[in-house]
Structure formats: structure tokens, C-alpha cells
């Protein structure tokens, strides 16, 4: 089975290697200096958990040709940069793409392929939960288990279903279908916000973080703020426990957020200003149709705003 991985960040790099582990045909797609260290030296992980390194050589393509035909396209990237590739990808002959990331917009992004593509599109999303960071060409990431994903379509049942079962068969990655996949989106994504806001207050120094127990308490007032706004304009929770945690035990969330911040293994998170200002943005829309108040976002938001 040919399969393109179309970004090669953490995300995208761990993907490709647990494909071609898996014994897939990959190509990554990538640009400029990380292209040529893919050339160079293949994708290397440093695997924290299991404390080892893994090299796995890929083969390598800059741009996407309207006649490169693969089985799978897997776009593994920011939600700040999905709207620059969808035209690429309307151009490109393949069939089944799969949106990986942070997405507020999967409604539209299936829309502009369907309207806009060749060929037809079958479209689904994902998001992989797994961090990480990248230095000097490699790879370091932190993996829960073997990895895994969430992943779904907007119009009932993922239409390639097999095909996304074949590609992983040989691997211990773990897919999760999810039947409200963009209301899971919108649900993470009220976790990822408020959590970043902070993280990037104090320049990703976790230790700081810990210490910060006005914000963390403001950090989970925010979720909780987060999620009443998706009820009242008609998202449900999901999962419905994770909101129901953050709602009904923040003094237990927060001592829980405490520790995570003083491990090592946060250091790994790794995220930028254009996205979180891309999401906070698309949330502001939510927040201007609801009716529920929402003072501790805003004191973030507003604190974010001002650094950047």
C-alpha cells in the first residue's frame, strides 16, 4: 500500500515510522532543511519512554504532482496551516485523505475538497496523541503505549475503513473510530487553549507553570467555561467524563496538572503562538452565539493577546 504523510513534524515523523515499521510503502512529504535532513539521515526518534533510537530511511518528495496517485494521504499539521495545503491536495489525484491535527473547521475543509478536487474526495480527521519535540534533525517524542488516534468522518461510518485497518495491521498502533468526530475536536480543543495560554505565559519553563496556582485555577476555570459554551450552541461532550472531572473536582485536576508540569516528559510539549491564536480565534466565534459567561478565558485570552 502506497501511503504519503503530507507534514514531517513530530507528529507526521512518528506516523511515518510507525508505517514503515508496519511494512507500508511511505513517502513523506517535506521542504527545505527538514527534507534534507530526512535525506541525510532518515527519520530518527528518540523513543523517551522506551529509552532507545530508531533510524528508519523514507523516501522523500518536495512537492505533491496532480498525478502522484497514493492509497492514503495522511496531512499531519498545524490548524494555522491545513487552509494553505487543501489546494495542493484538490489538485492531486489520490482519493482517501486524512486531516490529522487540531481542526475547528472540518466542515469546511471537506467542503472546499469535494467542491474543488479532480477526482473525489473522501475525507476524514484525526488527531494523534502523542508529544514531542524536534532537535537537531531528530525527533524526541513521548508516546502514549504504542500510539494511537482518534479518528472519524462527518458523514456517518470512515468510508475506507479497511484500508486504514491494512495500513496499521502490522503495528501496534491503536485507531479509535469515533462517531462525533468534530465534536471531539471542539471538545480537546477546549482543553488545548487554556493550557497552552499558560504554558506559553511562561515560555514552556514547566516548573513555573506548577508553581502558578492563580493561573492554573484560572487554566481550569477556563475548560470549564469552555465546555458550557459547546453545550449551549448544541456540541455535546465527548468524552463526557473528561468535562465532568474538569467540572465537578478542579481542586483534584489541579494538583494532578500540578505534578504532570514537574515532570520531565512536559518538557515534550511543544506548540506555537499562530496555532493557538488560530484556535482561540475560531472559539470566539462559539462564545459570541452563546449566552455563557466565560471571565477567566477572557482574562487569558486577554493576557495572550498582549504578549503576542
Not at 533510524?55 to 496531512?75: A, G, N
Not at 537537531?136 to 502514549?144: A, D, K, L
Not at 483534584?252 to 518538557?267: D, T
Not at 480565534?281 to 462559539?286: K, L, V
Amino acid at each position: 500500500m502506497k501511503v504519503l504523510v503530507y507534514g514531517a513534524g513530530v507528529q507526521g515523523s512518528y506516523l511515518a515510522h510507525v508505517l514503515l515499521r508496519g511494512g507500508m510503502d511511505v513517502t513523506v512529504l517535506a521542504r527545505g532543511a527538514r527534507a534534507e535532513e530526512l535525506e541525510a539521515e532518515g527519520i530518527v526518534i528518540r523513543h523517551y519512554i522506551q529509552r532507545k533510537t530508531t533510524v528508519d530511511p523514507v523516501r522523500v518528495i518536495r512537492t505533491l504532482e496532480s498525478d502522484d496517485i497514493y492509497d492514503l494521504i495522511f496531512v499531519v499539521m498545524k490548524y494555522s496551516d491545513f487552509a494553505s495545503v487543501l489546494p495542493t491536495l484538490a489538485g492531486n489525484a489520490s482519493q482517501h485523505v486524512i486531516l490529522v491535527g487540531n481542526n475547528m473547521d472540518v466542515h469546511a475543509m471537506q467542503a472546499y475538497l469535494r467542491e474543488h478536487s479532480r477526482t473525489p474526495k473522501q475525507v476524514v480527521f484525526g488527531f494523534k496523541t502523542i508529544a514531542g519535540k524536534r532537535e537537531h534533525g531528530r525527533v524526541m517524542c513521548i508516546r502514549g503505549g504504542q500510539g494511537q488516534m482518534v479518528i472519524g468522518a462527518l458523514d456517518g461510518p470512515v468510508p475506507f475503513r479497511s484500508l486504514l485497518d491494512e495500513a496499521f495491521r502490522h503495528t501496534k498502533f491503536k485507531l479509535t473510530y469515533h462517531d462525533q468526530i468534530d465534536a471531539w475536536l471542539k471538545n480537546h480543543m477546549v482543553l488545548v487553549v487554556p493550557m497552552n495560554f499558560v504554558v506559553m505565559f511562561h515560555n514552556f519553563q514547566m516548573k513555573k507553570v506548577a508553581g502558578d496556582d492563580k493561573r492554573l485555577r484560572q487554566m481550569i476555570a477556563a475548560m470549564d467555561e469552555g465546555f458550557r459554551v459547546l453545550e449551549s450552541v448544541g456540541y455535546p461532550l465527548t468524552p463526557a467524563a473528561q468535562a465532568a472531572w474538569i467540572s465537578g473536582r478542579p481542586a483534584l485536576m489541579r494538583w494532578a496538572l500540578k505534578l504532570f508540569y514537574r515532570l520531565p516528559v512536559s518538557g515534550l510539549i511543544d506548540g506555537t503562538s499562530a496555532e493557538l491564536e488560530a484556535l482561540n480565534r475560531a472559539f470566539a466565534d462559539w462564545r459570541a452565539q452563546s449566552d455563557v459567561p466565560t471571565p477567566n478565558w477572557d482574562a487569558l485570552e486577554r493576557e495572550f493577546l498582549a504578549q503576542i
